[in-house]
């Protein structure tokens, strides 16, 4: 079973930015799909990106130009990098994975999730 470490959380003000980190316990290289999900307080978890292990990646609207998730296989890493924060982005970020990882009651793996706090 692969284990999602996330870390880069953290306090930012409104138009910063973060990168998040996800580990693998295991080699990321023949896992199709990982993705970056987010839920805050009282709300549903909700995708923010996606990236197959071609490359191919998938955006929510509301992150679309201002978040970028790329993948380092050789380093078993997902990353967030999440620029011009707004305070709506605020939640807890989850690292997920599996063979498809399109909405969040497909993915087979998840973390334990990461708190993003963006203040006004």
């Known amino acids: 079973q692969v284990q999602l470490v996330e870390s880069g959380g953290g306090l930012v003000q409104a138009g910063g930015s973060l990168r998040l980190s996800c580990a693998a316990s295991?080699?990321?290289?023949?896992?199709?799909?990982m993705g970056w999900y987010r839920q805050a307080p009282g709300k549903q978890r909700e995708l923010v990106a996606t990236i197959t292990r071609g490359g191919s990646t998938n955006y929510a609207d509301s992150v679309k130009g201002r978040f970028t998730i790329s993948r380092d296989n050789a380093k078993n890493t997902v990353y967030l990098q999440m620029n011009s924060l707004k305070p709506e982005d605020t939640a807890d970020y989850y690292c997920?994975?599996?063979?498809?990882?399109?909405?969040?009651?497909?993915?087979?793996?998840w973390g334990k999730g990461t708190l993003v706090t963006v203040s006004s």
């Open positions: 295991e080699s990321i290289f023949s896992i199709n799909a």
């Open positions: 997920a994975a599996g063979s498809v990882c399109y909405s969040a009651n497909t993915c087979a793996y």
